[in-house]
């Protein structure tokens, strides 16, 4: 099946510690993002990458870092910079016809 | 960058009702619409999109919506709600800058009352 992995489903992060979240899509899509959801404000758009090797910062890049070595890998680290992480982070994907693909979310808390 | 509003962030529509969301963009050019579910704790599924041709939308679990250009709104409606309707509703719209970037409303929570 076709589809956008991601792991893990919950995760727990100490103050101060840095953590990757992961994600992983079979769907040959060239175009993947990275978004936080918070209650009542919608996603917003922390990296974008268009190709492999390349990325993009989005309207809420900062205290996070991505890389994308690899066409079927956007994986996001949540450093310590990050002052309020505690969200649910959502992994998505695009190819040609605009349309946006979504895995299935990761909550992260901060303890 | 695109503007997408979304009024009412909790909608209560009665079970059997009409389902009516709203959402209005700022876009100056015609642009492609989606109209996102998400159930708790999951990722966004597709109800629907918009790119071009006719401007009613048919999508899944019999939802559907109207592109008008004029009132540069892509407004979601259902004739008759049901219980599984009960979820957070998003608009979106592509970006100008063709960035295959999406701009995403704020969401309704849809409450559907037995």
């Known amino acids: 099946d076709g589809g956008i992995t991601q792991s893990p489903k919950y995760l727990f992060r100490k103050e101060g510690q840095n953590v990757t979240l992961s994600c992983e899509q079979n769907?040959?899509?060239?175009?993947m993002y990275w978004y936080r959801q918070d209650p009542g404000q919608g996603l917003r758009l922390i990296y974008y990458?268009?190709?492999?090797?390349?990325?993009q910062k989005g309207d809420i890049a900062e205290g996070y870092s991505v890389s994308r070595e690899k066409k079927e890998s956007f994986p996001l680290t949540v450093t310590s910079a990050q002052k309020n992480p505690t969200a649910f982070y959502l992994c998505?994907?695009?190819?040609?016809?605009?349309?946006?693909?979504f895995g299935p979310g990761t909550r992260l808390t901060v303890l | 960058a695109q503007s997408v509003t979304q009024l009412g962030s909790h909608v209560s529509v009665s079970e059997g009702a009409l389902v009516l969301l709203r959402c209005n963009y700022s876009?100056?050019?015609?642009?492609?619409l989606f109209w996102y579910v998400q159930y708790p704790n999951q990722g966004l599924q597709l109800l629907l999109k918009y790119t071009t041709g006719a401007t009613l939308v048919k999508g899944i679990n019999g939802f559907e919506a109207e592109f008008k250009k004029s009132e540069t709104s892509f407004h979601l409606t259902k004739p008759s709600a049901h219980m599984s309707d009960a979820a957070e509703y998003f608009c979106?719209?592509?970006?100008?800058?063709?960035?295959?970037?999406?701009?995403f409303g704020k969401g309704n929570q849809v409450v559907v009352i037995p």
């Open positions: 990458s268009q190709i492999v090797n390349d990325f």
């Open positions: 998505a994907s695009s190819g040609m016809a605009q349309e946006q693909f």
């Open positions: 876009s100056s050019v015609p642009p492609y």
């Open positions: 769907l040959n899509h060239d175009a």
């Open positions: 979106a719209v592509s970006e100008e800058d063709g960035n295959n970037r999406l701009a």
